[in-house]
């Protein structure tokens, strides 16, 4: 995911080429048919070249990742406020915009 996060859309060969071990090409093929099961890439098909993007940016895949914890954890709240609590001021200033302006509709 990282290699299409960072390059954009891809081949199987694309991606191979940015992997220090240079894994093979039915292993590649297969992580992506496995994350396009999952709705993480999506699939373009031409007649000779078959390319692969992200299906969601970065921070829609991290945000989905955060739900996933929240909604496996047995006491949500109690987890969202010691993850806030952890929070340095610049982030929490960003949540207080955040949600200043969703409660003001412009969100």
């Known amino acids: 995911m990282n290699i299409l996060w960072e390059n954009g859309p891809?081949?199987?060969?694309?991606?191979?080429?940015?992997?220090?071990?240079e894994p093979a090409y039915t292993t590649v093929a297969t992580v992506l048919a496995n994350l396009d099961k999952?709705?993480?890439?999506s699939i373009s098909r031409s007649r000779r070249r078959t390319t692969y993007a992200a299906g969601m940016s970065r921070a829609e895949f991290e945000a989905r990742q955060m739900a996933c914890v929240l909604q496996?954890?047995?006491d949500?709240?109690?987890s969202m406020l010691h993850f806030v609590d952890a929070m340095?001021?610049?982030?929490?200033?960003?949540?207080r915009k955040y949600l200043q302006a969703k409660a003001e509709g412009n969100a």
């Open 38 to 41: 999952k709705a993480l890439v």
């Open 88 to 95: 340095n001021e610049a982030d929490l200033e960003i949540l």
């Open 76 to 78: 949500p709240e109690s």
């Open 10 to 21: 891809a081949t199987v060969r694309d991606i191979i080429g940015h992997i220090e071990t």
């Open 72 to 74: 496996s954890s047995p």
